[in-house]
Nanobody, 124 residues
Framework: VQLQASGGGLVQAGGSLRLSCAASGRTFSSYAMAWFRQAPGKEREVIATISWSASSTYYTASVKGRFTISRDNAKNTVYLQMNSLKPGDTAVYYC??????????????????WGQGTQVTVSS
């Protein structure tokens, strides 16, 4: 599985960005996907996860109501729509895949494959 994340950038507080993660290699539609982020000096944390069919999603409390995770299995792509961005959202964002699990997974150790990361910077 290879993951390619894109869509990061610099945005003012209150703005929006949409991240994309294109997957290749194995059957994308059969496994769980997630977005994590890591701010300078902090541990990598889960932001949102989605099951193989998109029937189940999970959001960490700090982004609930502002971020939306989705997937297009026909395009082998998972998205993260980020609205009402805050300076505290500044981080490198990573997409991750667990090919052996269809349901949502919220632990970093549950993901075997990672994208290269895309920088999101929110200015005040």
């Amino acid at each position: 599985v290879q993951l390619q994340a894109s869509g990061g950038g610099l945005v003012q507080a209150g703005g929006s960005l949409r991240l994309s993660c294109a997957a290749s290699g194995r059957t994308f539609s059969s496994y769980a996907m997630a977005w994590f982020r890591q701010a300078p000096g902090k541990e990598r944390e889960v932001i949102a996860t989605i099951s193989w069919s998109a029937s189940s999603t999970y959001y960490t409390a700090s982004v609930k109501g502002r971020f939306t995770i989705s997937r297009d299995n026909a395009k082998n792509t998972v998205y993260l729509q980020m609205n009402s961005l805050k300076p505290g959202d500044t981080a490198v964002y990573y997409c991750a895949a667990n090919p052996n699990r269809r349901t949502i997974a919220t632990m970093l150790a549950e993901y075997d494959y990672w994208g290269q990361g895309t920088q999101v910077t929110v200015s005040s």
